[in-house]
């Protein structure tokens, strides 16, 4: 179960052996000053096996190997009274109110009005998507809530929710690290109308914002201030507000696709921005019952602005088109046609055009 | 060209009794390129067609160049949408265009196995797919979608609690299936606050990521780090847990239709058409610059990793603390000590229990195992052998004859007031109370359940 002592012969074969791996397995020591997890150092990270260069076959006298924790794992997260506090200037930094803790009618919302939404960078960094309700599950707001995790450990990093206006239902539907911006997710927000008012499947409003998930610094009135990760600038959200073409819920949960065209392929060679398509279901106020659902598609364009919380917006020139082709209420048993929408998107890099 | 493709779900005519997967494509300014249409029936042809709705598009990158689709359909007319489907599309490198490659419809028994149409049953379909170069990883939601326009649901999807989901991973090059996993979120079934399960999945080239909902008290949002090698997750009970599911007709299998009950009838029409442009513009919400309206929220979090410890193989009361120490377990936990209460197994995919008994795991502790977690976690007594009779009342102890072994934990060759006796080596079973001798004339009493010898004994009483 060990190596052997101090003075006695000891080999990677027997190094091998002790990890449980066949004896001639290609053994280097440490191949970097870091060691890489397949060479023998790294191999013993968790046997007690000094990791710091220079490296020594006798830091392995007398070790047994201990298999390192699974990678793979299952995070569990609650949020007990009071579940946070309002966001709050003090000095340079924008830090938690604690004079202005969030009551213990606030909790995550996982039923029906619960978020979604998972992003992940190539730095191993998670963003997901939810909902606070501020009265429990069945009445109240919701508010859509986005969470970034730490890159090496997988927990909970920060977590921020947004207080739109009005009684309305919002949660966060998707979001995705911009393609070309590592740091900046685009997220959309879905919305429900108050069952009190016009609880029609659709809402006029659909509103999409930008955050960083790194803390950033600007000016505010006249000060360099440090806000948080995921907060959300003013001028990196947008609304679409359309009593028309509304946003329609029923099998729908807008999605996102991005495109950076960080390789120039002519006609499209703007390095600077990303386009962000949004698809999700429209219902069409002016059409018949039968005939209002379709799927929609939105584009906008990204740049990344001075996020000093200033008039440039980062998101501008929408397209928006809706593939209206609904023939009508469908025959047993579905009975309605309201199913029709674009429930997904994909977008093919831009090198794919080559 | 296209490069950007939506996908949904139409009704293909009026009063059509089933519903058809759609593929619009588009280039990236939003000029619409082609549409495809998928129907499926059985091999009795149109009047017999079956509902699909896709839910999900990816690309597999440039190296394939493939695109595949994912949702979940019926088998019939009247039947409910507890299929999963999956359909893949090599892509034309120039044009963009899409030709079906190959399909897998897989009805996944999480809930039921497959019943008519007069049972709805709750199997769902897929919704969430992402793509690397070789495989495709899909996920359901928590159960099926529902057949009605019910604003009150959840986007069309039935709850419930503990809520059963799918995630699996197809080779892209044929279709073959490498694992499916059920998973089970939840313990207890409720009536309200019902969670979502699966609600979206992320792939990195050494993780599958999966959102997961899951309902308790003051519960947040939760998610799993998945080997996408082969579906391993730690998990933890009434939470989050992940068995592999068998090919099987059984409740917990799945199984494929075979390509030869049904057909898949795809379109494909390029152009644009049915196409509306809307005038618009992106305004300034009122999310104000007054930052109170945006919250600092504070989760707490355990993560359930998989550690490993060393031990004995499984042993018995008598002798586990002379057991000799060289297996490697496995234990699910927070922290990486072993706990009364963590699930213990002998594989590093957690994949069976150790066996109910007692393990050795240091020098001087042992744990005992009962159903696949640990019950209890004991320290090894150090104790001396002595010969003892049995035991009896006080008129018949000097009778017996010295014909057992016990255990003591004190300094002297024999028990002394205070001592603790037991009748096995590890020191974990106490002798009842009763009156014992250990020699030809003494004699000692064990009072209090606990083994201990009373105070004043033993004494020269025969």
């Known amino acids: 179960m060990a190596l052997p002592a101090p003075g006695n012969p000891i080999s990677a074969n027997m190094i091998n052996v002790e990890a449980t791996r066949t004896g001639t397995t290609y053994a280097p020591l440490s191949v970097n000053a870091v060691p890489v997890t397949t060479s023998l150092v790294g191999l013993y990270v968790d046997s007690g096996v000094n990791q710091i260069a220079p490296h020594a076959y ?15 794992w299952f995070v569990d997260t ?21 004079s202005s803790a969030l009551g213990t009618n606030y909790n995550t919302t996982l039923a029906a009005y619960g978020g979604s939404g998972l992003t992940i960078n190539s730095d191993e960094l998670l963003v997901s998507g939810g909902s606070v309700s501020s009265s429990g599950t069945s009445s109240g707001e919701r508010h859509p809530l986005l969470t970034c995790y730490d890159e090496t450990t997988g ?23 911009i393609d070309g911006f590592p740091n900046q997710v685009f997220w959309v927000d879905q919305e429900k109308s108050y069952s009190a008012w016009d609880d029609d499947g659709a809402t006029d409003r659909r509103r999409y914002g930008v955050v960083y998930t790194d803390t950033t610094i600007a000016v505010f009135s006249g000060s360099t201030v440090t806000y948080p990760k995921l907060f959300q600038y003013t001028n990196m959200v947008r609304r679409i507000d359309n009593s028309t073409h509304q946003q329609g819920y029923f099998y729908s949960s807008p999605k996102i696709g991005t495109v950076n065209f960080a390789n120039a392929v002519s006609p499209y060679t703007d390095t600077t921005k990303s386009y962000i398509y949004i698809c999700n279901q429209i219902k069409n106020e002016i059409l018949g019952d039968d005939y209002e659902y379709n799927g929609g598609i939105v584009r906008m364009t990204y740049e990344p602005p001075q996020y000093n919380g200033g008039l440039t917006s980062a998101l501008t020139s929408p397209i928006f088109k809706v593939y209206q082709q609904n023939p009508g209420s469908a025959g047993s048993p579905w009975g309605t046609s309201d199913m029709t929408t674009f429930a997904d998107i994909c977008v093919l890099p831009n090198n794919e055009e080559t | 060209m296209s490069t950007v493709y939506t996908v949904g779900t139409i009704v293909p005519f009026a009063n059509a009794n089933r519903t058809e997967g759609t593929i619009v494509s588009w280039d990236y300014d939003l000029v619409m390129t082609a549409k495809y249409t998928m129907r499926l029936s059985n091999s009795t042809g149109a009047e017999s067609s079956w509902g699909m709705n896709l839910r999900g598009i990816d690309f597999g990158g440039s190296a394939i160049d ?19 489907f999956i359909l893949c599309f090599d892509r034309d490198t120039s044009t963009g265009v899409l030709t079906t490659d190959w399909n897998k419809i897989i009805i996944l028994n999480l809930w039921n196995t497959h019943t008519p149409s007069t ?44 809520m059963y989901a799918a995630i699996a991973k197809f080779r892209i090059s044929d279709g073959a299936i490498m694992w499916i996993k059920k998973f089970t979120f939840g313990s207890s079934v409720g009536t309200t606050n019902y969670a979502k399960g699966v609600t979206k999945i992320a792939l990195r080239p050494n993780a599958l990521y999966a959102q997961i909902s899951v309902l308790s008290t003051n519960a947040g949002y939760d998610y799993l780090k998945i080997n996408p090698a082969n579906g391993f997750v730690t998990g933890s009970s009434g939470l989050s847990t992940s068995v592999t599911m068998p090919n099987s007709s059984s409740l917990g299998g799945y199984d494929i239709i075979s390509g030869s009950d049904y057909d898949l009838t795809t379109t494909y029409t390029s152009g644009s058409s049915d196409i509306v442009t809307v005038s618009e513009t992106l305004d300034a919400t009122d999310l104000y610059e007054d930052i109170d309206d945006q919250w600092g929220i504070n989760p707490s979090s355990d993560q359930y990793i998989l550690y490993s410890f060393d031990s004995s193989s499984v042993s018995t009361s008598s002798s586990v603390c002379s057991a000799t120490i060289n297996q490697k377990y496995y234990f699910v936990g927070t922290t990486s ?21 007692y393990y050795r795991i240091s020098s001087t502790q042992y744990i005992i195992v009962s159903s696949g977690s640990v019950s209890s976690i004991n320290t090894c007594t150090t104790v001396t052998s002595f010969s003892s009779s049995t035991g009896t009342n006080v008129l018949s102890v000097c009778a017996l004859s010295i014909g057992s072994t016990y255990y003591h934990d004190g300094s002297g060759t024999y028990p002394a007031a205070g001592d603790t006796v037991y009748s096995d080596s590890a020191g974990t079973i106490v002798l009842a109370n009763n009156y014992y001798k250990f020699n030809s004339t003494w004699a000692y009493r064990i009072t209090g359940g606990a083994g201990i010898v009373e105070a004043s004994w033993p004494q020269e009483i025969c």
């Open chain 2, 119 to 162: 049972t709805p049953g709750l199997n769902p379909g897929w919704e969430h797919i992402a793509m690397d170069e070789n495989n495709i990883y899909v996920a359901t939601r928590g159960s099926r979608m529902v057949i009605s326009n019910n604003a009150s649901s959840d986007n069309q999807y039935t709850t419930a609690d503990p």
């Open chain 1, 155 to 177: 927990l909970p990093d920060i977590s921020t929710a947004y207080d739109w206006q009005g009684t309305v239902y919002h949660w966060t539907s998707d979001m995705q690290f």
């Open chain 2, 66 to 84: 493939k695109v595949c689709v994912v949702g979940a359909n019926t088998l019939g007319v009247n039947e409910y949408l507890n299929s999963s």
């Open chain 1, 78 to 98: 609650t949020n007990t009274p009071s579940i946070g506090k309002k966001y709050q200037y003090s000095g340079s930094n924008v830090i938690q109110n604690s």
């Open chain 2, 337 to 357: 000590s072993i706990i009364v209460g963590s699930e213990v197994y002998s594989d590093s995919l957690a994949t069976s229990g150790l066996t109910n008994g």
């Open chain 1, 58 to 72: 006798s830091e392995f006298y007398s070790k047994s190997f201990t298999i390192p924790p699974s990678p793979y």
